[in-house]
Each structure stands twice: as structure tokens, then as C-alpha cells.
């Protein structure tokens, strides 16, 4: 079992950066693929980035490709997400999420899953 708490998002203006950190705990956290998705209202809840649980390998959505970074530390239980360069379209609510094996780009195959937090960017 594993819970997955986000924090660190807020209300920024365009071109700022936000930094979000999710903690888990449960012993399956270190050999867990973690994920970050984000919602916007009206939208198809979408992934913007995972990593794998040795953080050897990563993907980025192209939306994202150079603005964001993953990173986790198996030591803290915890997985990050830097977000610079921000655009009125990365408003969402994101969403921290794991699962055993491969990352996936789908959000079905994720068992766990937090609760959320608000990133607004102003224009």
C-alpha cells in the first residue's frame, strides 16, 4: 500500500516557477514508477512526466520537454516536480501517482494516487 501526498502548488504568473513534492509512504515507494498527470477543468486528466524507481529513466511530455524536471529520492520517500517557464496552459490540478513496472502513459495503469494540488498560472 501506498499514499501519496502533493504539495507546493499556489498561484503564480506566467514565466514564474513553482516546485511540487509528493510524498509516500509504504516500503513499495523506492522500486515504484512515479508519475506526475494534471487536470484542467473541462480536460482529460493528462500525464505531464514520470520517472522510474531507480530515476535512471524519465519521460516528459512534449508540452513540458524543457520546462519541467522529475526527480525523486528514495530516501525521503518523495518525488518532486520543478516546473519553470510557466504558462497560463499548465493550470491544472496535478496530480502525483505510482505503479509496479514501466511507466505508462495512460492513467489507468496507476494504482496510487493523491489528492491533488492547484497550480494556477496567471497571464
Known amino acids: 500500500q501506498v499514499q501519496l501526498v502533493e504539495s507546493g502548488g499556489g498561484l503564480v504568473q506566467a514565466g514564474g516557477s513553482l516546485s511540487l513534492s509528493c510524498a509516500a509512504s509504504?516500503?513499495?515507494?523506492?522500486?515504484?514508477?512515479m508519475a506526475w498527470f494534471r487536470q484542467a477543468p473541462g480536460k482529460e486528466r493528462e500525464i505531464v512526466t514520470a520517472?522510474?524507481?531507480?530515476?535512471?529513466?524519465?519521460y516528459y511530455a512534449d508540452s513540458v520537454k524543457g520546462r519541467f524536471t522529475i526527480s525523486r529520492d528514495n530516501a525521503k520517500n518523495t518525488v518532486y516536480l520543478q516546473m519553470i517557464s510557466l504558462k497560463p496552459d499548465d493550470t491544472a490540478v496535478y496530480f502525483c501517482?505510482?505503479?509496479?513496472?514501466?511507466?505508462?502513459?495512460?492513467?489507468?495503469?496507476?494504482?496510487?494516487w493523491g489528492q491533488g494540488t492547484q497550480v494556477t498560472v496567471s497571464s
Open positions: 501517482a505510482a505503479k509496479g513496472g514501466y511507466y505508462s502513459v495512460s492513467a489507468s495503469p496507476y494504482t496510487y
Open positions: 509504504g516500503r513499495t515507494f523506492s522500486s515504484a514508477t
Open positions: 520517472i522510474s524507481w531507480s530515476g535512471g529513466t524519465t
